[in-house]
């Protein structure tokens, strides 16, 4: 079963591959031979997709719950798992283009890490196991404790960040190779 299913996701993989490369190669390459200028609005066509997570990660983390507000005596721990994913909204990337340099500075918009608490059989779960909380403030508790760690791990911004520069250049490679441009990040 294991086998067909990633058979399936390969041959829909190459499928899209071969949409990218029929859509946006093919008509850069007819365009090789003529003089044209790249402009920022070119670009951000290319580039124009509502959000993008440039990054997923599955966070397994242990957030403590308090007996008082003053967060000194910890009443119980809950164990969670939470899908973390850095969000970007690509309407907001710029482009300097450089005529003369024939050089493209990507301007990349702010990621946003957001997380979300997974609820299966194994997570939540409470330790001490008799720990009696109504869903929702479990819930409630495990994000901020994701939201909190995930905003302090500059780890998954890097990750996130060299994975958004690589989704630009992908997707305006073709115009700019074609151009002889030349992309340069700051």
Do not use: H
Request: hydrophobic residues 45%; neutral net charge.
């Amino acid at each position: 079963m294991e086998e067909k299913m990633l058979k399936l996701i390969i041959k829909v993989v190459l499928i899209i591959v071969l949409i990218v490369v029929a859509v946006i190669v093919l008509p850069a390459k007819l365009r090789k031979g003529k003089e044209s200028f790249i402009t920022s609005a070119t670009l951000m066509e290319v580039v124009d997709i509502s959000e993008l997570s440039s990054a997923k990660f599955v966070y397994n983390g242990i957030a403590k719950v308090y007996k008082d507000e003053n967060k000194q005596k910890i009443k119980s721990r809950i164990r969670y798992e939470a899908d973390v994913k850095a969000n970007v909204n690509m309407k907001e990337i710029q482009f300097n283009v450089d005529k003369n340099k024939k050089t493209i500075r990507p301007i990349l918009p702010e990621i946003k890490l957001t997380s979300n608490v997974i609820t299966s059989e194994n997570s939540p779960s409470f330790i001490p196991e008799d720990t009696k909380l109504e869903l929702k403030e479990v819930l409630l508790i495990c994000e901020q404790d994701a939201q909190e760690k995930v905003e302090n791990t500059p780890e998954l911004m890097k990750v996130a960040k060299e994975n958004l520069k690589n989704t630009v250049e992908a997707l305006i490679f073709p115009i700019v190779e074609s151009n002889g441009y030349e992309i340069i990040w700051e």
